[in-house]
């Protein structure tokens, strides 16, 4: 069956381009070109993924995002302007999954959907039916969600995907690269930083203190380690 995106992009010869190049690829874009007629799609259709523009004509694409958050745990692809690393922080911690920067090539982009569209589908994980136990943090892989002192926490898949690949190593230094690369499988630009956007929120999550994390601790000049022993408890 064929994947069905939600294309939220005001420029019509762009989102033509994105569709014809998906449509190769198996995929079925269907385009809106202003941000209110996408939501309404979004809320009456089912959709696999969002591709959602930060520019658009009525509302802005962080606005979008955020309204989306509230009703949805759909992957989020945002297209951001070229250069523009706070479109991409503000849009990483309004719940988007990943960005990409104009100009882009059809080939990443595709590449980068099919990767959100995977870590968000149930059962493309290498690990099923466990549940990994850190004291009161339980991460349960096969129902993808996570629990703290038996409360549900929202994450985002990519949230998500970043902190069973730290749990799953858990006591290891990982470099920001390597941990990205874990969950993306794709080699990265070393000075992206929005890995350390999503563990921030992570930690808002999951942390008792997030200004003083005993979960996911900074390894000054290294990256980060996910504490094997949690509420003194080591993982289960």
Request: proline share 4%.
């Amino acid at each position: 069956m064929s994947q069905r995106l939600l294309m939220i992009e005001d420029d019509r010869n762009l989102a033509a381009m994105v569709g014809e190049y998906l449509g190769d690829a198996g995929m079925v874009v269907t385009p809106y070109h202003a941000a209110l007629p996408g939501l309404q799609a979004l809320q009456h259709e089912q959709w696999d993924a969002v591709i959602l523009d930060v520019m658009l004509p009525d509302l802005d694409g962080f606005e979008v995002c955020r309204r989306i958050r509230t009703q949805s745990d759909i992957p989020i692809l945002m297209l951001t302007a070229k250069g523009e690393e706070v479109d991409r922080v503000v849009g990483l911690e309004l719940g988007a999954d990943d960005y990409l920067p104009k100009p882009f090539s059809p080939r990443e982009l595709l590449a980068r959907l099919r990767a959100i569209i995977r870590r968000h589908t149930p059962g493309s994980l290498k690990l099923q039916n466990q549940t990994l136990n850190f004291g009161r943090l339980e991460i349960d892989i096969e129902a993808r969600q996570v629990r703290v002192g038996g409360e549900a926490k929202e994450l985002t898949g990519h949230q998500f995907d970043i902190l069973e690949a730290m749990a799953q190593n858990a006591g290891k230094v990982l470099s920001r690269d390597h941990l990205m690369d874990l969950v993306r499988g794709e080699e990265l630009e070393a000075f992206d930083r929005s890995i350390d956007v999503h563990i921030s929120r992570i930690r808002a999550a999951i942390e008792d203190d997030p200004k003083k994390p005993r979960r996911i601790i900074t390894i000054r000049g290294s990256g980060y380690v996910f504490a094997s022993k949690q509420d003194g408890s080591e993982v289960k």
